[in-house]
C-alpha cells in the first residue's frame, strides 16, 4: 500500500509518499512562492488527478492539475475560475471532486463566497449563479481569515444536492442542483449577535459528511462542536468532553459514520491548543464521549491547526493526517493511537489531502 499526501502551504505545495505511514519520502516545493489554500486528490479515474487552488502574487489565483503525481501541471492560459459579475477572485479555498457516479464534475468554493462547478475533472469552471444571487448574500460577512465558501459537501446519492458552509454566513444547501439554496442552521449558536440564534451569519469553520450515512454531518463552528442526523435540517451539540469548543478542523473516519476527529483550540483569542499540548480528539459515539489522543505528538506545541489541515485517508484502517501553523505535519497509521512527524519547519500549512494510491 502506498499513501499520498498532499500539504498544502502558504508558500508551495509538498507531496509525501509512505508505504507504511511511518517514514515518508516528502518532495517539494511545487509552486514554491504561491499560496495553496485548497487541495484535492481525484481517485475516481484509473490515477490520481491532483488539483491544487494557487495563488500567486503576481498572476493571482487559479488552479492546476497534474495526472502525473505532480511531476508536472497544466496551468490553463486563462483562468479557469472567473466572476462573470461585479467581483474578483481572490482567493480559491476549496477544490471537492464529486462522488465516484459524477465523473468529470469538480466544485470550487472561492473568497468572496462563490461556489464554480467543473464538468471537466477541474479544468475550468462554471459560476453557480443561484448561491450568488441569493437574498442572504449582501449580509454574509468576513471572517478572521476572509469571506469564503471553504466547504463543499455533495450529496454521495442525489447530485442535486450540495451543502456549503462559509464564513460568515453558515450552511446553506442546495436539493436542486444549485438553482436555489436555503440557510441550515437551526440549532447552531452565534454568540456574537443580539439574537444567538439567526437564521444565518453563523461563522461555521468546517462541516463533514459521512458517506454511508449522508444524513449525517458534524459541525465545528466559531465556539461550537455540532451533529445532524437529519441533513443539516437541525443541529445539536456535541461539545461536552471536549477541553474547549472551538477549533477549524472536522474529519469523519472513511467508514464509521459514529467516529469523528477534531483539534481543539483553546478560544478565538488565544488560537493554540489547552496548556499547549498537541492533542487530537477522537469520538467513536458520534459525539457522546471524548478521548485525547496525543501518543508521539509534543506537550509544547503553541500553535493551530486549520480547517483544512486535518484528514483521513481511505485505507481499511485509515491513517490520521494533520499539519499546523508552525509547519509541522504528523501522521497516525492506526486511527490517532500513534503519531510520526512526516516533515517540519514547512511554511503554514493550509491544506492536507491523503489517499491510498496505486503502487
Request: charged content about 20%; aromatic content about 12%.
Given at each position: 500500500m502506498t499513501v499520498l499526501l498532499a500539504i498544502g502551504t502558504r508558500k508551495g505545495l509538498w507531496l509525501?509518499?509512505?508505504?507504511?505511514?511511518?517514514t515518508w519520502q516528502v518532495d517539494g516545493p511545487h509552486h514554491p512562492m504561491q499560496e495553496v489554500y485548497a487541495v484535492a486528490l481525484d481517485t475516481r479515474g484509473p490515477g490520481v488527478r491532483l488539483l491544487a487552488g494557487v495563488s500567486s502574487p503576481h498572476f493571482g489565483p487559479g488552479v492546476s492539475r497534474s495526472d502525473d503525481l505532480g511531476a508536472t501541471w497544466e496551468e490553463p492560459a486563462d483562468p479557469p475560475?472567473?466572476?462573470?459579475?461585479d467581483a474578483s477572485l481572490e482567493r480559491v479555498w476549496q477544490l471537492q471532486p464529486a462522488p465516484a457516479?459524477?465523473?468529470?464534475?469538480?466544485?470550487?468554493?472561492?473568497?468572496?463566497?462563490?461556489?464554480?462547478?467543473?464538468?471537466?475533472?477541474?479544468?475550468?469552471?462554471?459560476?453557480v449563479e443561484g448561491l450568488w444571487n441569493h437574498p442572504?448574500?449582501?449580509?454574509?460577512?468576513?471572517?478572521?481569515?476572509?469571506?469564503?465558501?471553504?466547504?463543499?459537501?455533495?450529496?454521495?446519492v442525489d447530485p442535486d444536492r450540495v451543502l456549503v458552509a462559509m464564513s460568515t454566513g453558515g450552511v446553506y444547501r442546495t436539493t436542486d442542483g444549485g438553482k436555489s439554496w436555503e440557510a441550515r442552521n437551526k440549532g447552531i449558536k452565534a454568540y456574537f449577535f443580539p439574537d444567538p440564534w439567526p437564521e444565518f451569519g453563523q461563522c461555521v469553520h468546517k462541516v463533514a459528511q459521512h458517506p454511508s450515512q449522508p444524513a449525517r454531518f458534524y459541525a465545528q463552528n466559531?465556539?461550537?462542536?455540532?451533529?445532524?442526523?437529519?441533513?443539516?435540517?437541525?443541529?445539536?451539540?456535541?461539545a461536552e468532553g471536549l477541553p474547549t469548543d472551538f477549533g477549524f478542523a472536522m474529519v469523519t473516519h472513511p467508514h464509521d459514520p459514529d467516529t469523528i476527529f477534531t483539534f481543539p483550540i483553546e478560544a478565538d483569542g488565544r488560537r493554540f491548543p489547552p496548556e499547549?499540548?498537541?492533542?487530537?480528539?477522537?469520538?467513536?459515539?458520534?459525539?457522546?464521549?471524548?478521548?485525547?489522543?496525543?501518543?508521539?505528538?509534543?506537550d509544547a506545541f503553541w500553535t493551530a491547526v486549520m480547517r483544512d489541515a486535518m484528514c483521513t485517508d481511505n485505507a481499511d484502517t485509515p491513517g490520521v493526517y494533520f499539519g499546523s501553523r508552525s509547519g509541522e505535519v504528523y501522521a497516525s497509521p492506526d486511527e490517532g493511537e500513534t503519531w510520526h512527524q512526516v516533515a517540519s519547519h514547512l511554511p503554514d500549512v493550509m491544506s492536507v489531502r491523503a489517499a491510498v494510491i496505486p503502487a
Open positions: 509525501a509518499r509512505s508505504e507504511d505511514r511511518v475560475i472567473a466572476f462573470p459579475v457516479s459524477q465523473p468529470g464534475v469538480v466544485y470550487a468554493g472561492t473568497e468572496p463566497s462563490a461556489l464554480f462547478k467543473s464538468t471537466d475533472g477541474g479544468r475550468s469552471f462554471e459560476f442572504h448574500r449582501p449580509e454574509w460577512g468576513a471572517g478572521f481569515g476572509g469571506q469564503a465558501v471553504h466547504t463543499i459537501v455533495p450529496d454521495p466559531h465556539h461550537g462542536v455540532y451533529r445532524s442526523d437529519d441533513g443539516g435540517d437541525t443541529w445539536q451539540s456535541i499547549g499540548k498537541c492533542r487530537v480528539y477522537r469520538s467513536r459515539d458520534a459525539g457522546s464521549s471524548w478521548e485525547a489522543l496525543g501518543s508521539g505528538l509534543p
